[in-house]
Structure formats: structure tokens, C-alpha cells
């Protein structure tokens, strides 16, 4: 096949992105010259900032999407989600380069990234994670390839991979739960400065659950932007699949997120008024409850435009998420014991902005570029 | 229908039992236990008479090569570039401080060592756990404890600076060089350059009190103890810098509070503090408990090689059984 020539690589949107990306740039350039200290708004107190909570935690958390859709199409079968398993896929590859830039720029030494790969710490939930990322990039990669090899056309090459397709799926899967899972593990060392409104000793596993539904979500989205953007028409029935799925996983979240906050915080705690309440308070009301009161509702599980609001909300919910346990959990911690406080600079959002906006053009460039769109 | 709703609760359930089981294989985790010549301090607030005395000699000796200190420069961090050579007042631990005398006030301020109307000095480094948290989280091994001393030591050339000891850390005390663009996590390593040729810490060799007093750990703790079990007003003969200097101080005894932090603080610290008044009023964090921090992420990552199995074993099973199935469900 050759480009997609229906898709315009210069439209006001994409030099929209690509003027995002240069200001990213420079602010990443300057961060590299002078310092995280010059460039950032972080201190001893709050170490992790925006670039770790919104980028690295939020970043991987959608590309949960990834690793749920190549299971429903690899391991379950479901052929039904085949037209939207290359995107997923895409997606997930994408979040994950971003999340790497991200965690390159956030380290003190963007130069020893690679440290973890040969200095081993079996011990360290950090270690494990770096381990994850290395291994599930590289694997998502790999997942991705065909498309790239078809536009190559280099057919043995196509061959081979689709023959250890089913494999890397399963292997794929294996990391990204773990890996989803072991990012909510990075926080558990921290009991006595977190709120206990997040820290639980089951915080891996409810983010393993939020960047379920997070996935279902950002699929959904993007497959939806994709058909209007792209002219890729999905059959309906793909999102009212997720939505369904959605509606479940949201569900067995609110059960567990509801039991914890009662047997370790106290219901009181999320109603009292304080930064870490109202931030409780806001990421359960947009990200959970009111996703679940439109998906009860059949007329609106089985209408596009309502699951495209559900799912808005879900992605913006598990992003406040991901941010209050790097952040505001420890607001009363930093306020109180520290007299600290934080809030991102400048720099910070642009690079940020800059980062999402790389992705999102790289995702066009390969959905005018490539076989992104096949149908099953 | 696109999902079967009871394929994915089975799935969803099962995986949800096999994430909650309590799977502790036989690898323990490896808790670290107390070097038997591990050395550290015991602080004893009621002697100190805040003349920071340790502060400016700690600077000054962790600025010569080996210290905490030291600039890749040879520049000194603790005074200003100017031509004044103005030195700082620090009102925190920083990277360029590993050691700091506050002070507790409250009301009047004038009775030393109590709650009311009173003040009292407090002493803030690191207090080097015997497992220490930094250490179990670092993922390259920059944090380590030395054999021998027990001294929680940090290897720059390894650190890629994830600035995750920061937040594991429960006594707040790692701090990062954010105004270096090839920065350093920097804490107090216990003079460990001094240590090595048979010295001790400067901030206990400059103490003119005893108020930092270095030795063994179980010299320490029984000190400790020996202090907390002498009745209020009765003299004592406080030793002074490090114990077996032969040099020391008679001192009345001030009205302990009746408890020596560190001893069980984390799973039990290196160095230790006595005061007159609770340690909560002190600065210390009143959530940090018992627990070893070290076993908290444990907890998770002996069930990572289980998880591995299973999630492979569990995917290529459901590929097999479904591998032929219509897309008509």
C-alpha cells in the first residue's frame, strides 16, 4: 500500500501539535542545561511533580488499552475488536515512548537511564518497574512492527513476526499487568505520608484496575476521533462492547475504592472540607460515579455520543487519580511536617504539552502513512 | 454480543483471588539486622545548648575529599560566592546541609526541656535504620549500608537520580541537588571518610556537651537506657564526644520523656535521641511507626515471579480454548 492521501499532513492542527512539540522542546532543552531545580517547581518535599503523575503514571495508564484489546483479539478471540487492535496497540507503543521521554527528563541523569538495566535490585519496586518498561516497549514494538513491515513490504520478515505474534501477546500481557500494577507498588513504601484516603496495601491492584478502565476508555476515544478524523468506520458495536466492559470494570472499582475508604480513612475524611477530600471527592465524581449513573442507563451505554462523554470523563478521572497519589496525598504530610508546597512551572506544562502533542502527531503520521486501519 | 459478560467477570474475578491471595513463597524477605560494631550517635536534647557548634564542623569536614559534602569542584558549599565569604544559616537540611539544630518553643519560652512555656533543642540527620527504606528502594544500589559500621552509604557515580529515596525515606532526610544539572542526593553518611581511618563523626569530636555522642550502637542503647532510668535532679557523669573518650561532664539530670527514638522507629535506627519533651513536638512525623519500610514493598514483589507464571500459564491456556472459536459470541 502506499500513503493514505485523503489524510493532509499540514493541517492548522498539525502545526498546531508541531509548534506544541518545539516549545516542549526548548523547554526540555533548557531543563537539560540548567537543571530540574531552573526548569521545575519541585523540591525535597514533593520530588515527584506533574511530569511523573500526569506523564509517567497517567501516560502508562492509557496505554493500558494496549495490553486489553491484543488480549481480547490474541488470547480471547474476540475478532470482533480486531479493526481497532492495531490503534490500541499504536497507542499503547506511543504511551510508553512518552512515558520514557518523560522519565529521561525527570531524572537527575537523563544519561544513566540505562542504569537499572545492569546494575540489578531485585528488592526495589522501582527496579522492577524499569525492567517492565524496558521489556514491554520493546515488546510493544515488536507487536506494532507489521504495520510497518507491510508498508515496508518486506514479507518474511511480516512472516516471522506474525508467527510469533501470539507469543508476544500473551508475554505483552504478562508485563503490562505486572508493570500497571507495580507502578501502584512504587507507593507503598510511603504509609506515613500519604492520606490514607489512597494508601492501602491494595494500591497496586486498584491501579491495575483504573488503568483498565482507563484503556477501555482511551481505545474507545480514540476510535471514535479515529473514524471521524481518519474515516475509519467502526461498527457500532465495538463501543457499546467497551462501554459494557467499561461499566464493569468501573463498577468493581467503586466496590473496592468504597470498602478501603471506609475500612482505612473513614468516609468522614473524604468530607471534611481539606485539599486531599475535595481531591478525593473529584477524581471518584468524574472518573467513577457519574461515568457509572450514564452507563446504567442502557439508552446511553448503546448511543456513541454518550459513551464519548463517559469516556472523557473516565480518562480525566484516572489522570486526577494518578496525580493525587503522586501528589496531594502527601499535601497534608508536606503542608504540616514540611511547610511545603508545589505547584508545576511553566516549564513543566510545555514540556508536558509538548510530549502529548509528539504522540498524538506521530499517531497521524502513522495513520496516513501506514496500515493503521485494516478491517477484520 | 461483543464481550460475554460471564467470560469477563470469570476472568476478571479470578484474576482479582489470585492478586489478594497472601502468596509468600519460601524467600523471606532479607530484613538487615544490626552489624555488631554497627556505630551511630545518641543526641540527648537536655544537654544540647544549641551553639550548632556540630553543624558548622560537620560542613567544614564533609567538605574535604570523601565527605558528603564534597564538590566535584573542590568548592566549598557552605559559603557564598561572594568576596565577603559570607557563611549560610541554614533553616533546613538541604544538599549543601546533613545536620541541623531546631528548636522547639512554646509559650514564654524559657523552661529548657518542657512542653509548657518551654523549648528544646532537636537534632536532624540521618538517622541510618538498620533497614533503611532508601537503600531497599533505590533500583540501581546507590544507597547501601557498609558492612562493618552499618553506616547507610551513597554512591554517586551509580545514582541516576529517580529521587525515589526521597519519598520512601519516613524521616524526610535525603535531599536532592535540583540547582546542579549533574546532581547528587546528599545525606549525612556519618563521616564515613573519618570512620574509615579510625575517626568518628565531627559533629560528636566538635560537640562541646556531649550532647551528640558517638559510638557502638549497643553502647549507645544502653546508655540510653542507663540515662532514661536516672531519677530527675540526681548528677550525673555525662561522657563526652565518643564513648571510651575518658573525657566527660557532670551534669544535672533534666526530667527525661521516657522514651529513646530510634530504638524501635522504623524497625529500630542507628542513631537515637533522648529529650525532655515528646518527639512529636520535635518534628518527627507521629505517623512513622515500627514497621520495617523495607517489607512493605516486599510484601508485593515476592508475588511478582508467582504473578509471571500464572498470567503466562493463565494466557496461553485461554488462547488454546478460544483459538478456535467464531467471532459469534
Known sequence: MSSDH????????????????????????????????????????YPWGFWLGFDVLGGVAMAGGGFIIAAAVYIFNWKRYRPIGRPAVLTAFLGYLMAIIALFLDIGHPWRLWHPAIMWQWHSVMWVVAIHVILYTTTLAIESSPMLLERLQWHK????????????????????????????????????????????????????????????????????????????????????????????????????????????????AAFDGSVEGNMYLLEMAVGVIIP?????????????????????????????????????????????QRGADYFPSGAEFLVTLGIVSFGIFLFKMAAKHLPLFVDA | MAINRRDFLKVTAGSGLLLA??????????????????????????????????????????????????????????????????????????????????????????????????????QQHCLHCVDPACASVCPVGAFH??????????????????????????????????????????????????????????????????????????????????RLALPAGSSYDYPLNRIGSGRSMPKKVANYYQHTYGLTEAGGTQCMLLAGVPFDKLGFNPRITDQRYPDLTWEYIVKVPILIAALLAAGTVVQRLTRNKGDDR
Request: proline letters at 4%; aromatic letters at 10%; hydrophobic letters at 45%.
Open chain 2, 21 to 122: 491471595a497472601d502468596v509468600s513463597p519460601g524467600l523471606a524477605s532479607p530484613p538487615k539486622s544490626l552489624p555488631p560494631e554497627a556505630v551511630g550517635i545518641l543526641y540527648d536534647a537536655t544537654l544540647c545548648i544549641g551553639c550548632k557548634s556540630c553543624m558548622v564542623n560537620c560542613k567544614k569536614y564533609n567538605s574535604m575529599p570523601g565527605g558528603a559534602l564534597r564538590q566535584d569542584n573542590g568548592s566549598i558549599p557552605y559559603e557564598y560566592q561572594s568576596s565577603a565569604r559570607i557563611y549560610d544559616a541554614p533553616t533546613d537540611l538541604s544538599a549543601k546541609t546533613l545536620n541541623i539544630i531546631k528548636v522547639y518553643r512554646s509559650g514564654t519560652g524559657v523552661n529548657k526541656d518542657q512542653v509548657e512555656n518551654g523549648y528544646s533543642f532537636v
Open chain 1, 157 to 268: 520478515a511480516r512472516k516471522a513476526v506474525g508467527g510469533i505474534m501470539v507469543g508476544a501477546v500473551i508475554f505483552g500481557v504478562m508485563l503490562s499487568t505486572l508493570h500497571q500494577s507495580s507502578l501502584g507498588a512504587v507507593f507503598l513504601i510511603a504509609p506515613s505520608k500519604m492520606s490514607p484516603l489512597w494508601f492501602s496495601r491494595f494500591l497496586p491492584y486498584l491501579f491495575l484496575i483504573s488503568a483498565i478502565a482507563m484503556g477501555l476508555a482511551m481505545v474507545s476515544t480514540e476510535a471514535m476521533l479515529s473514524a471521524k478524523a481518519f474515516k475509519h468506520k467502526v461498527d457500532d458495536e465495538v463501543f457499546f462492547g467497551l462501554g459494557r466492559g467499561l461499566l464493569i470494570t468501573l463498577a468493581v472499582y467503586l466496590v473496592f475504592k468504597l470498602y478501603f475508604l471506609v475500612a482505612n480513612a473513614g468516609v468522614g
Open chain 2, 145 to 226: 549500608k557498609l558492612p562493618g559500621s552499618g553506616i547507610v552509604a551513597y554512591e554517586a557515580d551509580k545514582c541516576i537520580g529517580c529521587r525515589y529515596c526521597e519519598l520512601a525515606c519516613p524521616f524526610g532526610v535525603p535531599r536532592f541537588e535540583w540547582r546542579n544539572a549533574s546532581p547528587k542526593l546528599v545525606k549525612c553518611q556519618l563521616c564515613r571518610h573519618r570512620v574509615a581511618e579510625g575517626g568518628y563523626s565531627a559533629c560528636c569530636e566538635f560537640c562541646p556537651t556531649g550532647a551528640s555522642l558517638f559510638g557502638k550502637v549497643v553502647d549507645l542503647r544502653a546508655e540510653a537506657a542507663r
Open chain 1, 6 to 45: 485523503e489524510i493532509k499532513t499540514w493541517t492548522p492542527h498539525t502545526i498546531g501539535l508541531v509548534l506544541f512539540v518545539i516549545l516542549g522542546g526548548a523547554a526540555a532543552f533548557y531543563r537539560m542545561q540548567q537543571g530540574l531545580g531552573a526548569a521545575t517547581h519541585l523540591n525535597d518535599a
Open chain 1, 292 to 336: 457509572l449513573l450514564i452507563l446504567v442507563r442502557k439508552r446511553s451505554r448503546t448511543s456513541v455520543s454518550g459513551l464519548f462523554a463517559v469516556n472523557l470523563l473516565v480518562i480525566t478521572g484516572v489522570l486526577i487519580n494518578r496525580m493525587n497519589v503522586c501528589i496531594f496525598s502527601m499535601q497534608r504530610y508536606n503542608a504540616v
